[in-house]
């Protein structure tokens, strides 16, 4: 096993489609072909389930998918880290939440493009971890949902409408709009994002009010990671409440508004102590990022 291996794995396990890993990792597609069987022939398994359009992950391929992430997670932590020591640059450590990689694909390659004397280390928490972890100092800025330590400084980043998020063979999926006080939702499996900057008493509120009848027997998964969320859909086991054009690259997931109009928002906080300059231009630079990727509706 190799890192090369586990990078056309990811890749994969990103796109469902190892044309695509190809195209973006600047390879030829029997490169990612013959990595994946090599990674299975090695530890005797079978990765992926092949679909007509596209491959989705078995409970083998989930395991080495969340290993492999944690593996290059860490070792681009350690490549930063001697890089910084090397060459003596500035390091910001940055916390993100899942919900922040599938909004803002490119911010951190973006930034470090206009200032490649900043390194940013980037790591992935739920959160209530990454608002404790900016209160103590460990991170100096996190992009997730609205802290509710009231002494972190904190900006908006984006509003976003909230849609039901299903399977394009569901027969949701045909309707204009949901209505949650109807009775369109109280059979639906759903798989929720529990990380979600919807601020959990309403959203638990609502679920329970509107769409659970008070047992939330229709919920059957929960995780803090968008991945599995998505998953979940593409393999038709239920529905979610995410962010409108979250999914917009997936050709069988269908967003549908709910009448309602319930809203997420993503916020940036820091805690104001150790932001030195280079802190500060992130800061302004994700601003500008979020309104160049979202602009407001008027």
């Not at 759903?190 to 027997?217: C, G, K, P, Q, W």
């Not at 409440?241 to 917009?248: A, M, V, Y």
Request: include cysteine; charge should be negative; hydrophobic fraction near 40%.
């Amino acid at each position: 096993m190799t890192l090369t291996q586990l990078r056309y794995f990811l890749a994969t396990c990103k796109h469902g489609n190892m044309t695509r890993a190809a195209t973006e990792l600047k390879v030829s597609q029997p490169s990612i072909t013959g990595a994946i069987k090599d990674l299975e022939r090695e530890f005797d398994v079978v990765l992926f389930t092949r679909h007509k359009t596209r491959l989705t992950l078995t409970k083998e391929g989930s395991t080495l998918y969340y290993a492999a992430k944690e593996v290059l997670e860490k070792v681009g932590e350690l490549q930063s880290s001697m890089k910084a020591l090397g060459e003596q640059k500035k390091a910001i450590n940055i916390g993100v939440s899942a919900l922040s990689y599938y909004l803002f694909p490119d911010l951190f390659s973006s930034f470090h493009q206009k200032w490649p004397e900043v390194d940013l280390n980037t790591y992935n928490f739920g959160a209530s971890e990454l608002e404790r972890y900016v209160a103590s100092g460990a991170l100096h800025v996190a992009v997730s949902a609205r802290p509710s330590d009231l002494s972190l400084h904190r900006r908006p980043l984006l509003s976003g409408e909230l849609y039901l998020w299903t399977h394009r063979s569901n027969p949701l999926a045909q309707k204009g709009s949901i209505d949650l006080s109807s009775a369109d939702l109280a059979h639906e499996p759903l798989a929720i994002y529990r990380e979600s900057s919807l601020d959990e008493e309403d959203f638990d509120a609502m679920l329970r009010d509107t769409v659970l009848n008070a047992d939330a027997h229709n919920v059957i998964f929960c995780s803090n990671q968008v991945e599995n969320i998505r998953n979940c859909l593409l393999e038709r086991r239920a529905s979610t409440f995410l962010i409108k054009g979250i999914f917009d690259q997936e050709e069988e997931l269908v967003g549908i508004p709910i009448v309602q109009g319930l809203t997420t928002e993503l916020y940036i906080y820091w805690d104001g102590v150790s932001c030195d300059e280079s802190v500060l231009e992130f800061i302004r630079y994700t601003e500008e990022y979020a309104r160049r990727r979202y602009p407001p509706v008027s």
